[in-house]
Structures are given as structure tokens and as C-alpha cells.
């Protein structure tokens, strides 16, 4: 299944191309949906375009639910492990109906044209969610472990921006009257880099998008548009980094005489996932005959958005390199069999011990003594 | 006519947005052929769109051509005096056939798209061109003058560039490790302006067109492509500001650890204007009973392209306020026809004098004294 879904978009580079709600999106969803039927379970799709397949287990309709997932879409140009490895749900990252691309495209419109605007409610709220994902990281290469299991999150800022300028001649222009949108953008990026580089190892920034108008050789930029992302794994240092970067756009603004017409700021905090989850899951490593090691995960993931709905579990397996977001991003198949297997019997337990991870760690240990 | 053309692509902020072998650019140039048609002149398309119409004025096949003429097309959202002013003819101004746009649309698939893709050959090789253009700046209007007489170019180096890192994840993946082209782009364009600040009023820089890729606000951008001008009127000033342009593409790929995939490097160069051109449009100014000023164009014109290939005159009046390549551009009624009766008054002196300027230069001052 994991070969089928890495060929749904596949790239000449190795890697795939499956951004939400594309053609090559929607074969995947075609892929998983079949598997799950094929395998016997009930499946839904809810009116976002989420993907649920139900396997009813217990012999009543009421029973809790434990659910295991992750996502199907990838980055542009992006890993075949990355989200996939770890399908069995796709569970809700993306943005409101009302959100847009940068063609203004809708997503309600996007998940119509490949048949997956659904509207079906989604499960009950699961006792407990596990996923698996690939590390992005080198962390478990380096401690030579095969098993990562995720205590914490890093916190982040994300800030949207719009620089508003004025559209003149490149040329006859006087420079002191410019108005220069994409200056501002400038100031500002190489500012937030400086920023990463006051802390090292704690404080990471980028700009990983920025839109320009009306982009022409020679006319002065009027507008840019551009998200900027600050993350730290401590928090302290990320209200101070974020305070940095809220004087940063200001003074971009200032040097290059243009006004900030938009600063929309979002935050993600740092947080510990249960810790009976993650016993259970290193039960489960150790269980497996797999080197375990404990660690945060930099980048947000379905485990951290479910955080605050039921217990959650994050398990990784190595990333070689640490490549991610890349078409080269590559996980051994040994690595991707063991995080299954420890996943499985963490699951297994779970489903054992009514969806309760603390009632599934207890039960393991009995068992073990 | 100008209104007419006003309207092929009217802007609701009162310009227009007729780029070239757009639909709208499709409209004008309907409307410039109808009117040239109507006018009693010979219509012509070349290959690469260049719409012509010749009026023979003399009994032979043979007689010298005088052209005049300016572009149709505008900038995105341009003003909308800018070029079609000085419409009577669309000059080359373009890139070759297999040039091509963000989209990689060539420019024959866009021309044939709105039937504009002629076969016709051009005209022969005018023996004097003239073209009347906004000012763009304000010179004139400081001045108080109607008429601009220009006697020069400002030199320019173009420079597209490609800076080329790796996709990565925002993340996790570290700082030291990132090679972020975005950051590439944004240390280039910061120095390009403090290149401008070394010698205000001298050097002119920008960069008005950056495309970045893949554009995603949590991959750490992979490609950056842009476009830098510097422009002077002084040729040492240039070379030296160009010198340290490419000095600052090195060091910003440097800095944020990418290459630079592509270079591309065009010239052009600070020339005069032919004297008698000058001296006539001067002439003519007067016996409009117009003040005119002598001055500099920093934008390149048709006037200027052509320069190598045949006498040229470039004749300015006001832009209220200099304002350029902005819908909010605009030169006074009673300035455009003022324009108009100078460059009335040198074709028709032009045509009687078999096209060369000199000897229309000495009619006229016969005709005075």
C-alpha cells in the first residue's frame, strides 16, 4: 500500500508531488479508501474532506475508539514517507472551508472538483490517537535507535505579513520617493535569520513563502505577501524571539517607507504529550527488541493537534540524513517495519484495555511480571 | 482614440492592465488598426507582432520612410498614457520568438492566441524615427516646461538570477544545515539598494521580479529567480555599481550557503541622441510657442532601441507628479496636444525634406530668417 501511495504523484526525483486537494491527492485518497474496504472497515468522509475508516471491533456501537493516523498530502516536490507512512486516517490540519489558495481557489471548491467534499460526520472522539511518522531529523540516526518516542513538542510562531508599497518606474523613480514592497520583505527575512542566530540550536526561523506584485522587472513591488515562522523549545525564548520579530517587521516597514498592511500571528505552544502514552509506547519498542529514545519533535504534527481532544501518541522512525520536505527524504524498510510492529501492539493494547493507555501500559506490565 | 485605447483593459483605479499579447493588449491593437485603417494607411503585422501602418505620402514606392511611433502594451496595472500616447506604430521592444513567460507560454503561442502572430515583413529601415512619451519623472514640471527635448540615455545592467539551495523541512531540519535561496535573495536585494545609497541621485537599482520556489510557508525555499537593475548616467559610475553587484550576487549566495545557478547579464548602454533630431524637436517647440527643456530619460524607449539602426527623436512632456508604471499616472490634456503639434509640426517638416532631420533643421531656419 505504502509503494501505491508513494506512486500517486510520484516524481521524477524520487519523491511526490500530492498537494491537498489535487488531482494526485485525490488518487491516494482513491488508494486508501479502497485498502480500507478491502480490509473490511466502514468508511466516511466528512464535509472537510477528512477520510475515517472504522474497524468495529467491539460487538457494540458505543465502544471507545482508538484511532491511528495521519496525512496523505505532501510538501511540493516532498518525501514519499512523509505523512504516508503512517496513513490509516487523515485527520484534520488544514484550514476553514472558507480558506483559500493563492489562485483563490477554495478548498470546498478543490475537494468538489476530485470528489471529496463529503458529508459525513466523523467518528466519535477517540479514546486515545497513535501515529507513526518518519523523524525529520537526525536524532535517532545519531543514538543509532529505531524507535523515537515524542515527549514534546517545540513551539512556534507563525506570522502572516502584507507590505504595502507603491507601484513606480524602476528607472526615472527617484530612490529617496520609492516605495519598494519587496525591500521591506528583504530587511525582514534577513532579520529573522539573524534572529535563529542569536540562539543556536533553540531559536529556528524561516520565510518559506513570499508572493510579489505585480512582479515585473521593472516596476517597484507594491505589495508583498509572506509567512514567516519562529520556533523554539523553550518558552521563554520563543516570546522573546516572537517579541523580536514584531520589531522586526515594524522596522522593515520603517526602512523601506512602505506600510504593514496585515500581521495575522498564530501560536503553537510547547507541550508535553501523556506520559502513559509514551510508556506504552516504549513498552512496546522494548517488546519489539527495538532501541527506543525519547525526544521532541521540532515540527507540528496530527499527535500535536489532537493534543487537546484525547491522549495522543507520537512515534518516529529514522529519517537517513535528516532529509525532509525533499524529494530524497528516505526511511530503511527495516525502520518502517519495526515502527509498524510497535505500533501494532500498541494498538493491539489499547484495543485490549478499552481505548485507556494507562489501563494498556498496566496490563503489559502484569503481563511482563 | 487615446480614450478607446484607454479602455482596452481600464483598471477600476483608472489605468490599465494590457500587457503584452493579452487579451486587452488584443483590444488595443484591434482599435490601433482600425484607426490606421480609417486613416487611409496601409496595415502591416510582422512575425512577431509588430503592427505597422504605412502612409504614402510621396509618389514612389521607394521614398524614404519616416516612423514614428511607441508601444501599446502597459506594465500590470499601468498607467494609461504611458506608451499608447505616442501610439502609431509598435515597435520591437520584446525578446526573440522563444522567449517565454512565468508560465512558460512562448510569445507565438500567445500572439497566435489573439490572431497576432503576422507574417507580413516589416517596412524598410525608417530614415528618422521620433516618438512622443510621458515623462515619467519631473523634470519638466519642476522646470515648467511642456516640451522635453532628450539628448540622452541612462546606461543600464540587467542581471537575472538564479540562486539554487535545497528543499528542507522549517523545522527541524538545523540552521547551520539549511541553504535557503530565499535568504540568498533577500541579502542580494538589501545590498542592491545600499549600492544606489553610495551615489544618490546617480545610481538607480531595484529588483522588481523575484519568483521563489516551491513557494510553501514550512519548506525552506529551493529556487530563487530574480531580476536586478542598476541604471546611471555616469559610464564609470556604472561599471563600478555593476561591479559590486556581482560581488554582492557571490557573497549572497555565500552567505546563506546556495549557488548561483544562472547569471545572464545585459547592457545597455549611456548614448546621445543625434543633434540635429534634437535641434529640430527644439525648433519645433518654439514655433509651438512651447518652453522645452533639454534633459536625460533614465527608462529606456523605442527611441532609444532604434538609435543604432537610424536617426532618432524623443520628445517628453509632464507626467503629473513623475508618477510611472501606476494607474494613477497622468499628463494634462492641454500637454498632450502641445506634444502633439511638436511632433505634427517634425514629421511634416521630416517629409518634406526626404526624411533626413538635417535638412529639415535647415529648411525651417530658411524659411525663418
Not at 516536490?77 to 484534520?92: E, P, S, T
Not at 489562485?103 to 470528489?115: D, K, P, Q, S
Not at 501515529?131 to 525529520?136: D, S, W, Y
Request: glycine residues 10%; charged residues 20%; hydrophobic residues 45%.
Amino acid at each position: 500500500m505504502f509503494d501505491r501511495l508513494a506512486g500517486c504523484g510520484a516524481t521524477p526525483g524520487g519523491g511526490v508531488e500530492r498537494q491537498c486537494a489535487t488531482a494526485a491527492d485525490g488518487a491516494a485518497r482513491d488508494v486508501f479508501e479502497a485498502a480500507l474496504k478491502s480490509a473490511g472497515a466502514e468508511t466516511r468522509t466528512d464535509v472537510i474532506g477528512n477520510q475515517f475508516g472504522v474497524f468495529r471491533l467491539a460487538g457494540c456501537e458505543d465502544a471507545p475508539l482508538v484511532m491511528i493516523g495521519s496525512h496523505l498530502d505532501s510538501q511540493p516536490k516532498g518525501g514519499r514517507f512523509d505523512g504516508a507512512l503512517g496513513v490509516a486516517a487523515a485527520v484534520c490540519v488544514g484550514e476553514a472551508l472558507s480558506a483559500t489558495d493563492d489562485a483563490g481557489v477554495t478548498l470546498a471548491e478543490a475537494l468538489n472538483a476530485i470528489g471529496r467534499h463529503g458529508t459525513d460526520r466523523p467518528p466519535s472522539l477517540p479514546a486515545c490517537y497513535l501515529e507513526l511518522h518518519v523523524e525529520q531529523g537526525v536524532s535517532l540516526e545519531t543514538a543509532g535507535a529505531t524507535i523515537g518516542v515524542v515527549t514534546r513538542n517545540w513551539g512556534a510562531t507563525k506570522f502572516d505579513v502584507v507590505f504595502q508599497g507603491e507601484q513606480a518606474h524602476t528607472g526615472p523613480c527617484p530612490m529617496p520617493l520609492r516605495r519598494d514592497a519587496l525591500l521591506a520583505a528583504s530587511y525582514l527575512i534577513v532579520d529573522a535569520r539573524a534572529i535563529a542566530d542569536r540562539w543556536p540550536g533553540v531559536v529556528h526561523t524561516s520565510v518559506g513563502r513570499l508572493v510579489v506584485s505585480p512582479n515585473s522587472a521593472n516596476v517597484v513591488p507594491s505589495e508583498t505577501q509572506l509567512s514567516l515562522e519562529i520556533r523554539s523549545n523553550d518558552d521563554g525564548v520563543l516570546a522573546q524571539a516572537s517579541a523580536l520579530a514584531d520589531q522586526a517587521i515594524a522596522k522593515a516597514a520603517a526602512r523601506a517607507n512602505v506600510t504593514v498592511a496585515a500581521v495575522t500571528r498564530t501560536e503553537r505552544a510547547i507541550r508535553t504529550l501523556p506520559a502513559s502514552v509514551c510508556d506504552l509506547v516504549e513498552d512496546c519498542s522494548a517488546a519489539a527488541g527495538c532501541k527506543s529514545l525519547r525526544l521532541d519533535t521540532v515540527a507540528g504534527h496530527d499527535a500535536i493537534s489532537l493534543l487537546g481532544h484525547c491522549p495522543t501518541g507520537l512515534v518516529f522512525v529514522p529519517s537517513v540524513g535528516g532529509v525532509a520536505h525533499n524529494e530524497g527524504e528516505l526511511t530503511s524498510k527495516a525502520d518502517v517495519e519495526a515502527g509498524f510492529r510497535v505500533c501494532l501492539e500498541a494498538a493491539s493494547r489499547l484495543c485490549r484495555s478499552g481505548g485507556s493507555p494507562e489501563r494498556a501500559l498496566r496490563l503489559a506490565r502484569e503481563v511482563a511480571a
